[in-house]
């Protein structure tokens, strides 16, 4: 099949299968390719629709796909969404009994599956290989491509050996995806997939639909309990923390205060972890409360927000847990208190970690790249495009361009601070270093004598809160760093000296103006948006909705998205072919729920 001809049956599955009218993005130019034969790497946003990249040329080339996923939860719920539509789907994963995966198989070998979802521990086994030898494979898609990269957050050592997907099945094209890679982990990719002849597409980084604010940590839980009251009340979200000990304190806090939040870490049995998972996916408004060992191919449309309490290791790693919000487009939060002792942990977890030399700098090169996300005084997305080699004009949506801080000459004040460190011999924190500057007649000032020091009292100009920023941005600009055999205590860096001798003036940012998140308009269909009648209909909609995930054991959005009976409330359809007009709408759905979707909508009009 020619390039045209493919793009207009992939058209046709488009809109019978998934209901779409027509392609986003680059997905026209990718499928055509893939279907076409050809090796692809693909990096788009997560909620730009990667998924169909591959699962639409499984339906145009003879075969099964076979898809590298990583996390069983991600299969199922793409398995059931694939099944909902009609499409001959299933997977293969230590979840199953030995009945289960014996009949999967079989209809693998059968050619009776369009795909198959298969772990990357199960693909390399014996006989997955030899059940692949036996069956025509259509592609090979390997998600999440990022875990193959050994400097990246979610590295995984099976992902190394996938490159034996090109020895052993050189005629069978292969597509990788992610939703995250900066130049080096692109090439990473390329080079240990054995993906040299591939074409690679980048889409955007840029999720307009988030809105990215990043706040002076001062009292976390508060600041925390406040935006979701203020911001989110009842709406599902995410809330990161770096330790399991704060993830189940926040989540039992939360929950003490009225927030249904579930705790999620590896230390947890697995049983509870699948539950408060399973959870989170089926239940409307839940709040996870979680380590970075919950996320990775979550695939709930209608999070609205993901909140750090605890800086990330990298851009890489921000951008791929706060891409968790919004995948449905509609405008969701990526919220983030951070502060001088986020920065000190890090470094330390750096400088102490067990690896060599060469991934302790790219390590810090990653973490001065976040920290310097975290100081801007620019537009946050503008930085955070840049990281990956795009440009783009401010954003006017984040917080630094809503309510944009000024910077000021500090020159003094930095000189002042890493006098301070030097003075006190290096051997205390921000905390004690403020007092002194500052003239406090503390009992640990008198202990330790720095009442007698020419640094005592002379930054008594500037408050607490001053300083602390001061101290922050020090550390950001590594002007200072952490002594990691004294908790919490400030060192001089090498680059302090220029600073110090009057040769290198400092400029640092003031903290940003409190503005009201709350004016933010809400574009498209959303429940807030849709007032009167259309507003009741989408509530009997969504219970309607509910009544059968229930009934089918699946999450809501597995049934349809958000959007999809937001444009129904607010078209309110009269018969099956206006129905099946709007977006989500394939003919198995429209066979499926149409006449009871339109009995709600005559229902509700009276």
């Not at 169909?52 to 099964?64: M, S, V």
């Not at 293969?92 to 979802?117: P, W």
């Not at 495009?385 to 004040?413: H, I, K, M, V």
Request: hydrophobic share 45%.
């Amino acid at each position: 099949m020619n390039a045209p001809a493919t793009e207009v049956a992939a058209l046709e599955v488009l809109r019978r299968v998934f209901g779409h009218a027509d392609f986003r993005g680059a997905q026209r130019e990718i499928l055509v390719h893939v279907a076409g034969g050809g090796d692809a790497l693909v990096l788009m946003p997560t909620g730009g629709g990667k998924s169909l990249c591959y699962q639409l040329p499984a339906l145009l080339r003879p075969g099964t796909a076979v898809v590298v996923s990583p996390l069983i939860a991600l299969m199922q719920d793409q398995v059931a969404a694939l099944r909902q539509l009609g499409v001959r789907a299933a997977f293969l994963n230590s979840s199953q009994g030995a009945s289960e995966s014996s009949s999967t198989e079989r209809a693998f070998s059968h050619g009776e599956l369009d795909l198959l979802y298969v772990a990357p521990e199960r693909l390399l086994t014996p006989r997955m290989l030899e059940l692949l030898a036996r069956a025509q494979i259509a592609l090979f898609a390997i998600d999440e491509a990022h875990c193959v990269s050994q400097w990246g957050h979610d590295f995984r050592p099976e992902y190394l050996q996938l490159s034996m997907l090109h020895e052993r099945f050189a005629e069978v094209p292969r597509i990788a995806l992610t939703a995250t890679a900066d130049p080096q982990t692109r090439e990473e990719i390329l080079a240990r997939l054995a993906l040299g002849r591939a074409r690679v597409f980048i889409s955007s980084f840029d999720r307009p639909n988030i809105r990215y604010t990043i706040v002076e940590k001062r009292d976390a839980r508060g600041q925390l309990l406040n935006f979701i009251r203020e911001e989110h009340p009842g709406e599902a979200g995410i809330v990161y923390c770096l330790s399991r000990r704060k993830v189940e304190t926040i989540s039992a806090w939360l929950a003490a205060e009225g927030v249904r939040s579930l705790p999620y870490h590896a230390g947890m049995d697995s049983a509870m972890r699948a539950a408060h998972q399973a959870r989170f996916q089926n239940e409307e408004g839940a709040v996870m409360v979680a380590t970075i060992a919950f996320g990775m191919g979550i695939d709930k449309p209608d999070v609205r927000f993901v909140a750090h309490l605890d800086l990330p290791r990298s851009i890489e790693a921000y951008y791929q847990e706060t891409g968790r919000a919004g995948r449905d487009g509609a405008p969701a939060d990526a919220w983030m208190v951070y502060g001088l002792g986020d920065a000190v942990q890090q470094r330390r977890l750096i400088d102490t970690s067990e690896g060599d030399e060469a991934f302790r700098r790219i390590a810090a090169a990653k973490l001065d790249a976040l920290l310097g996300l975290c100081e801007t005084a620019g537009c946050r997305r503008v930085r955070l495009l840049e990281y990956f080699g795009e440009t783009a004009a401010a954003c006017g949506n984040c917080d630094t361009c809503r309510a944009p801080p000024a910077t000021w000459d500090a020159t003094e004040a930095a000189r002042m601070a890493l006098s301070a460190i030097y003075r006190t011999g290096q051997r205390f924190g921000a905390v004690h270093l403020i007092d002194v500057l500052r003239g406090r007649d503390t009992e640990r000032v008198r202990r330790w004598g720095h009442q007698s020091l020419s640094v005592f009292g002379i930054g008594a100009g500037l408050d607490e809160a001053a300083w602390r920023g001061v101290f922050r941005q020090l550390v950001a600009l590594g002007l200072a760093r952490p002594d990691h055999g004294r908790h919490g205590a400030l060192q001089l860096a090498e680059s302090s000296r220029p600073v110090l001798k009057g040769e290198q003036r400092v400029a640092l940012r003031h903290a940003a103006r409190r503005h009201d998140a709350r004016q933010r308009g809400r574009p498209g269909f959303t429940q807030a948006s849709l007032t009167g009648a259309a507003g009741d209909l989408l509530l009997r909609l969504k219970a309607w909705r509910a009544e059968q995930a229930r009934a089918q054991a699946l999450p809501a959005y597995v049934i349809f998205h958000d959007s999809t009976l937001a444009a129904i409330a607010a078209a309110a359809p009269r018969d099956l072919d206006a129905l099946a007009g709007l977006p989500g709408i394939g003919a198995r759905k429209l066979e499926r729920y149409g006449e009871e979707l339109l009995r709600i909508v005559g229902e509700a009009a009276g």
